[in-house]
Structure formats: structure tokens, C-alpha cells
């Protein structure tokens, strides 16, 4: 089991930049959040995976310290990235970026919008990449007496096929995280959309795995 708590991780995000391997990006939402360490730990051999940070001083009361940790960045919704997608980028030439954008934007847009603002950011990414995988969606567990939740969880596959069929446009791996995570109750946390330790790490072999077959190229 290579899961990492939450606590943990928090306290213990920072970029990796080592010469001789390959250097990965995780764009996307809270639910990357809880995957990425994980995916970090299953590749630390073959890559540096990072994701976007916050950085800041914070002071931990428990610890008497003033530590340099990195807040890690809640990519939210595709108009919130294409805000502040340069500065995640870095201007650097990435090896690979892996990227998901839905649940947030499923409560705000509909899938016209969606598709317009998903694509805008693929243009913007594609140049500052060697291979972008994009992700479905996962799913949120369906309430049964909540009218508003089989609503969302039919608008988030209905992004997952606008997802689809970018990646087909513009020649893109897709990760089907929505296929791997839905029907599952047993891997949700309390809120039914986020996951538990067993649920991160099903999604992050999944991402570690999707990645690493480019990380030999």
C-alpha cells in the first residue's frame, strides 16, 4: 500500500527537479490532488512529477516551525485555468502533462461552453508539451433521493464525450478515470464525490500507469 494521508502530503508537497528523468505535470481538481502523490511515489524512478503549488511560508503551531512548503493549487474550472495556465506551465517543455477538468465546471457551464474553454486549453498546453493525456471525469456516487446529483452525474458524462471526442481531434491519450471509479460506493469518502485511501490509489495506478508508458519513448 503506498497510499499517503492527506496530513502528510500537505506538509510535504514541493517541486522535484532532478537531471536524467522525465518531467511530468498533473493539471486538474481536488481528486488529482489526492492521487498525486501517490502517482509520484509509483514513478519516482523514471520521473519528476509535480503538479502546481502555491508557495509560502506557514507557520505549524504543533511543530513550533516556519517551514517552505508548497500549498498544492485546486485547478477548479476550465475558465479558472485558462486564467492562470502560464504561470502553472512554467514556460518550460514538459515531457508529459496529464490534465482533468469537470466536476467543477459541470455546476457552472453546459457542454458548449465546456468544449469552447476545454479546447482553448488544449491549443495553449499542446506547445509546452511532448504528450498530453486528458482525463474523463470521475463520477459522483449517485445519491438516490437527490434529484440535483443524478442531474450532475449525467451533465459529467455528458463532458466525458466532449472529452472523447477532442482527444480524438487533436490526437490525445484519454484516461477513462470515469470508468474505473463509477458504480464503486465503497471507494468514496463521506461527500460521494471525493475518495478514500482504497479509492486514490485505484486512480493513481491508473495515472501512473497511463504515464509511464511515454516516459520510455
Not at 519516482?44 to 517551514?67: G, M, Q
Not at 471509479?181 to 486514490?200: C, L, M, P, S
Request: charged fraction near 25%; charge should be negative; glycine fraction near 4%.
Amino acid at each position: 500500500m503506498v497510499y499517503i494521508s492527506a496530513l502528510d502530503s500537505f506538509y510535504n508537497w514541493h517541486y522535484i527537479h532532478r537531471q536524467h528523468v522525465r518531467d511530468v505535470l498533473i493539471i486538474g481538481d481536488s481528486i488529482s490532488i489526492g492521487y498525486t502523490p501517490i502517482v509520484r511515489e509509483l514513478l519516482k524512478k523514471k520521473a519528476d512529477v509535480n503538479r502546481p503549488l502555491v508557495r509560502e511560508f506557514s507557520y505549524i503551531p504543533t511543530s513550533e516551525l516556519l517551514i517552505d512548503h508548497g500549498e498544492p493549487v485546486n485547478c477548479k474550472t476550465t475558465l479558472y485555468s485558462l486564467k492562470e495556465l502560464d504561470r502553472w506551465l512554467d514556460g518550460r517543455k514538459w515531457d508529459v502533462i496529464h490534465a482533468n477538468w469537470g466536476l467543477w465546471d459541470a455546476d457552472t457551464i453546459d457542454e458548449v461552453v465546456y468544449a469552447a474553454q476545454l479546447e482553448l486549453l488544449i491549443k495553449r498546453i499542446l506547445p509546452h508539451t511532448n504528450v498530453l493525456i486528458i482525463s474523463t471525469t470521475t463520477p459522483i456516487a449517485e445519491n438516490e433521493n437527490s434529484k440535483e446529483s443524478r442531474l450532475k452525474i449525467q451533465k459529467i458524462s455528458n463532458f466525458n464525450k466532449v472529452v472523447v471526442n477532442l482527444a480524438r481531434k487533436y490526437n490525445l491519450e484519454v484516461n477513462d478515470l470515469h470508468s474505473v471509479t463509477v458504480n464503486r460506493k465503497e471507494i468514496y469518502a463521506w461527500d460521494n464525490v471525493h475518495f478514500n485511501g482504497q479509492g486514490y490509489e485505484l486512480l493513481a495506478e491508473k495515472v501512473a500507469g497511463v504515464i509511464e508508458k511515454y516516459l520510455s519513448e
